[in-house]
């Protein structure tokens, strides 16, 4: 790609805008591209993205875009930020316009609804096999890196030249990458972990201490590694940020959507009104669907994830689920 050819960001929430902020910090042209037009023009007018993102104002490299289908044929670069349910239909979208060249990174969590692909698999579904894919994720709040706070993530890829490529698009002196080639585990390192992040929120909001969240996360770390690596994925990764990095992040912080919608459970929320009172995309709890049934058809012991499952389902409330957990049957602390 040349030096100033733009790179263009699919979702212009608030993690899709940290993204494109930092990709135009680091002396690229960047197009924001947003679903909704109305969207489009109140960047447009603010230079911020004042509904998901705001008082981060957009530098002269920073073009907030509608037309999708026309900026997809003029581009290199992709970066994907919109969530796991539309992951397939964004790709659909521009399957017909992306140039042969074009590489792909996503930093959406999740699997696909109702079938349980890993993203991957839906982007070599819609864009093909052969191409260059990525994904970046990790602990890493969007607020904290547009403040400049010290944030380190991970990049995998399908090639070691295209994450190298990322590493230059993405890395300062704010925001550090580090490459994996376990493509499989960093995918479901990010998704798992917004299903513990719910359990978390659950018990912080029945009022359980420290302790509880403690072994609620080591815990469910071993529910991870045991889904990740059954999967394919490396159990090394889920030791790094893109598995225990994002799992501690995103269950002993309030700025985790997942954790504050489990909390608004515990204090009596049904899942729509906590659904409603978070106000955004929480990608847990399909991620808790998917994830439960793909574990039962593996028959891999996932209780945590079993009992946020049923909570969600309303077989079960919040403080019945903690009970279940408690009584089960003593063992060895094995993985």
């Known amino acids: 790609?040349?030096?100033?050819?733009?790179?263009?960001?699919?979702?212009?929430?608030s993690w899709g805008t940290a993204l494109a902020l930092v990709l135009a910090q680091n002396g690229n042209d960047v197009w924001l591209w947003s679903r909704h037009t109305e969207h489009v023009k109140q960047m447009l007018v603010a230079k911020q993205n004042a509904q998901f993102l705001p008082n981060y104002y957009f530098p002269d490299a920073l073009q907030p875009i509608s037309n999708l289908e026309e900026s997809v044929s003029q581009v290199n670069n992709i970066v994907v930020v919109v969530p796991s349910h539309g992951f397939r239909e964004v790709l659909n979208k521009i399957a017909p316009?992306?140039?042969a060249r074009a590489c792909v990174c996503w930093a959406t969590k999740g699997l696909e609804n109702n079938t349980g692909l890993l993203l991957h698999q839906v982007a070599e579904q819609e864009l093909g096999t052969g191409r260059q894919l990525g994904v970046l994720s990790g602990p890493s709040f969007a607020t904290e890196v547009v403040a400049g706070l010290p944030t380190a993530v991970t990049v995998a890829s399908n090639s070691?030249?295209?994450?190298?490529?990322?590493v230059k698009l993405f890395h300062n002196r704010n925001f550090r990458l580090y490459t994996s080639t376990d493509f499989i585990g960093v995918q479901l390192g990010g998704a798992v972990?917004?299903?513990m992040a719910i359990a978390a929120g659950i018990a912080d909001g029945l009022g359980f201490?420290?302790?509880?969240r403690a072994a609620l996360i080591t815990r469910g770390l071993t529910e991870i590694v045991r889904f990740g690596t059954a999967l394919g994925g490396q159990r090394e990764t889920f030791m790094g940020l893109a598995g225990l990095g994002d799992l501690v992040l995103t269950c002993t912080d309030n700025q985790s959507r997942n954790r504050r919608f489990g909390y608004a459970l515990a204090q009596g929320c049904n899942t729509s009104q906590a659904q409603t009172k978070i106000g955004q995309v929480v990608e847990g709890v399909q991620a808790t669907f998917e994830v439960s049934r793909l574990a039962r058809q593996l028959e891999i012991d996932m209780p945590i994830v079993e009992q946020v499952n049923n909570v969600l389902q309303g077989v079960c409330t919040p403080k019945d689920a903690v009970q279940a957990l408690l009584s089960r049957q003593p063992k060895a602390e094995t993985l």
Not at 160 to 166: C, H, S, T
């Open 1 to 13: 790609m040349t030096a100033r050819q733009p790179i263009l960001v699919l979702g212009a929430g």
């Open 97 to 99: 316009h992306i140039t």
């Open 160 to 166: 070691a030249q295209y994450a190298q490529e990322l």
């Open 193 to 195: 972990k917004n299903i």
């Open 209 to 212: 201490g420290a302790n509880t």
